[in-house]
Each structure stands twice: as C-alpha cells, then as structure tokens.
C-alpha cells in the first residue's frame, strides 16, 4: 500500500464510522416506530414527547409543502398561530390555530392555503407543536418507517459491517506484507554491507 493510499485509508475510516453510526440509529428509530405504531394503533407516535410526520397535502402551503418532514414537539401550552399536529382517528392533520376556547378545552384550526376553519378539537387529541421542518426530504423517511424500509435499512447496515470488518481484514493482511517485506530488504541490506569487508579480506591475503 503506497503512502496516499494510506492517506486515502485513514480519511474513509471516518466517513465509514459516521454511516454505521447513523444507519444503526435509523434503524433503531424505525424499529422503536413500527413497534409503538402497532402496539398503540397510533399513527404518530410520540415517544419520549417527540415525533416526525409526512405533510401529504397542500393545505398549508406555502409554509409547508408536500413530502415536507416536520418535526413535532409535545407540548402544555398553545397559542394562536402556532402550527400544531392533532388526531382524527386517522391520518394526522398539520394546521394553525387560529382560535383557542379555554373554557372547553378546544381550539380550531384552519390550513393556510384553506378558506374554511376546521371543526373545533379537544385539546386532548392534539399531538403537540411543529418545531421545524426539512422542505421535501419526507417520502424518504415515510417509506424508511415501514416495514420493507426498516428491512432496507438493516441491509445496508449489515452490508456497511461487512465491508467494514473487511477492510479491517485486508488492512492488516496487507501490514502484515508490508512488515515481512521491511524485514526481508533490512535483512538484504545487512548482507550487502557485510560483503566489501570480506572481498577486503579476500584481497589481502591473495597480496600476502
């Protein structure tokens, strides 16, 4: 292995590390979300007061977009104008509050992009506050949460693994050559040197 190959070796260590790293992550992310999924029949689990959802229409556009990913935040306390997530049995719903009555207990919500307001929601169904979100990233992780994506991802992780252990593998089969070759030209160089003493000694004694 030359010297910029060692070089290139030692800078794809890293980047190698920093996949596994995020692969095992992904998957244990997904693997905790079907599991909370199937065992509370809840579409947006929460775990821990935090989740990740899909934006599958353009009901609030244009603060967000189709297959935007948005990150939701449990939260006690809510105001007008916050975007919230809330459940409807079904698929969660992303609007604004534009109205809150304390004495029920209900706010309402409409979407941007909507003429009319939505009926009113208990607050207990509302699955927290949107924190942020990442424009148009979302069919990734949508597909990546169900069952044939945690596959695809525990793949990729073994297959990261394998090529890891690997190249570990050949690594130290090849400074194990690299040794044996040092050893064998250190030894070669012993020999050479020693050679002109005995030809010196060779010639005196052909003058004596």
């Known amino acids: 292995m030359t010297r910029n190959e060692n070089k290139t070796a030692k800078k794809t260590k890293p980047f190698k590390a920093v996949c596994i790293v995020l692969a095992v992550l992904l998957a244990l992310y997904c693997a905790v979300y079907l599991v909370l999924t199937f065992a509370t029949g809840d579409p947006l689990p929460m775990p821990l007061g935090f989740g990740s959802a899909v934006v599958l229409s353009g009901s609030m556009e244009p603060t967000l977009s189709v297959n935007d990913l948005i990150f939701i935040i449990r939260s006690g306390e809510y105001a007008t104008g916050d975007i919230v997530v809330y459940s409807t049995g079904g698929t969660p ?9 304390a004495q ?6 409409r979407g941007d992009a909507n003429n009319v307001e939505d009926d009113p929601v208990p607050l207990a169904r509302v699955k927290g506050k949107v924190a942020f979100s990442v424009p148009f990233i979302g069919a990734v992780p949508r597909f990546i949460r169900t069952v044939p994506g945690l596959v695809m991802i525990l ?5 990261l693994l394998f090529v890891s252990v690997r190249s570990k593998a050949e690594e130290s089969e090849e400074e194990a050559k690299q040794l044996e070759l040092s050893r064998e030209i250190e030894r070669l160089k012993k020999e050479l040197g020693d050679q002109p003493a005995q030809d010196t000694s060779a010639d005196e004694r052909r003058g004596e």
């Open 93 to 101: 719903v992303v609007h604004r509050i534009v109205s809150i009555d």
């Open 104 to 109: 029920s207990g209900t706010l309402v919500t």
């Open 155 to 159: 793949l990729v992780l073994f297959t």
